[in-house]
């Protein structure tokens, strides 16, 4: 009698954990944009929650901000949408937008320095998220 070694529940195991790793960049984008849109209009109706710095190198007016966020926040639930279906085209787009979300959050550190920390940190897992291989891809 031979002894097999079943290589092909390792491999199914991986693809379980590539294709779970996309399903939660999904769900964390949906909820990165959805909060992106909330904070984008906070800042558009200029809500008090936001702090104003002066002298700030990469100075906007909170109005300005607020449309960036706004924009961000849309394009990302629309993403996330895609992702859901299984998009190829959505990974991509995904790992751009949460990339352009890293940096909103970072020139928007002195507005709302620890809510921009928290995004930077949700959008760096979704990239990682996203570039996590699965089987077939090249």
């Known amino acids: ?9 390792r491999t199914t195991a991986k693809q379980d954990l590539a294709t779970g790793m996309m399903v939660f960049a ?3 984008l949906m909820i990165a944009g959805i909060l992106a849109v909330m904070r984008g209009i906070a ?3 200029e809500d008090e ?9 990469f100075e906007f007016d909170l109005t300005g901000w607020g449309w960036i966020h706004l924009i961000l926040g849309v394009v990302a639930v629309l993403v996330s949408m895609g992702l ?19 940096i909103a959050n970072f020139l928007s550190l002195p507005a709302y320095p ?13 990239i990682w998220a996203l570039c996590t291989p699965r089987r077939g891809d090249a």
């Open 1 to 9: 009698m031979t002894a097999t070694h079943p290589t092909h529940g």
């Open 26 to 28: 999904a769900v964390m």
């Open 43 to 45: 800042a558009i109706a």
């Open 49 to 57: 929650v936001f702090v104003s710095t002066r002298n700030y190198i």
């Open 84 to 102: 859901f279906q299984g998009a190829g085209w959505a990974r991509v787009a995904g790992v751009g937008i949460a990339g352009l979300v890293i």
């Open 114 to 126: 620890v809510w921009s920390v928290v995004m930077i940190a949700m959008s760096a897992f979704i």
